[in-house]
Nanobody
Framework: QVQLVESGGGLVQPGGSLRLSCAAS????????MGWYRQAPGKQRELVAR??????NYADFVKGRFTISRDNAKNTVYLQMNSLKPEDTAVYYC???????????????WGQGTLVTVSS
């Protein structure tokens, strides 16, 4: 079984920065995608940024402000968030597509979420 654990959320003023981390642990054979989604109150969960087989995709609303990166050796993905806006306030979820062995297919795994609040 694979677990994703996020950290780094919190309260920040508009214009500030935060760095989120997500570490995968457990029975991991390979990971071919890791990324971040977010869900604001009363809204659907939406993609923020994702790395799929080395290719990076960003949502339009974070381009130029957020940067996703991955440390394959540590099975960890990061989200550096700069120039934060109040509308970035949401619970941020880590997502991974993971195989536990060479005999298994890829499954989607989610973290528990970390709250980011942007407010003065």
């Amino acid at each position: 079984q694979v677990q994703l654990v996020e950290s780094g959320g919190g309260l920040v003023q508009p214009g500030g920065s935060l760095r989120l981390s997500c570490a995968a642990s457990g029975s991991i054979f390979s990971i071919n995608a890791m990324g971040w989604y977010r869900q604001a109150p009363g809204k659907q969960r939406e993609l923020v940024a994702r790395i799929v087989s080395g290719s990076i995709n960003y949502a339009d609303f974070v381009k130029g402000r957020f940067t996703i990166s991955r440390d394959n050796a540590k099975n960890t993905v990061y989200l550096q968030m700069n120039s934060l806006k109040p509308e970035d306030t949401a619970v941020y979820y880590c997502n991974g597509r993971v195989r536990s062995s060479r005999y298994d297919g890829y499954v989607e795994v989610w973290g528990q979420g970390t709250l980011v609040t942007v407010s003065s």
